[in-house]
């Protein structure tokens, strides 16, 4: 069982920084790949990064890249996004999903509740 819980969203100021943190309560994190999704108001929900069981490959989407920075440790079940340089554009709701598929996968069984990111010009 995977249960994702996602925190350290926040309102922030554009250029600022924020870490997003997701712990997983289950057993099995390590044999997961991980990603973060994003999906603002009247938009489709975009994959913004993801990385693999060991953390040796990663994606990430070219709005973000250069920018953003994932990362987990396997030891403490939990993935993180490291977001800098943020712009209004990166406003939305922040999740974190796991899925059995390999890091160039879009498809994800288990999904956190969201938080909320916002950034102001």
């Known amino acids: 069982q995977v249960l994702l819980v996602e925190s350290g969203g926040g309102l922030v100021q554009a250029g600022g920084s924020l870490r997003l943190s997701c712990a997983d309560s289950?057993?099995?994190?390590?044999?997961?790949?991980m990603g973060w999704f994003r999906q603002a108001p009247g938009k489709e929900r975009e994959c913004v990064a993801t990385?693999?069981?060991?953390?040796?490959?990663?994606y990430y989407a070219d709005s973000v890249k250069g920018r953003f920075t994932i990362s987990r440790d396997n030891a403490e079940n939990t993935v993180y996004l490291q977001m800098n340089s943020l712009k209004p554009e990166d406003t939305a709701v922040y999740y974190c999903?796991?899925?059995?598929?390999?890091?160039?996968?879009?498809?994800?069984?288990?999904w956190g509740q969201g938080t909320q990111v916002t950034v102001s010009s």
């Open positions: 990385i693999s069981r060991g953390g040796r490959s990663t």
């Open positions: 289950g057993r099995t994190f390590s044999a997961y790949t």
């Open positions: 999903a796991a899925t059995a598929n390999d890091y160039r996968s879009r498809s994800y069984d288990y």
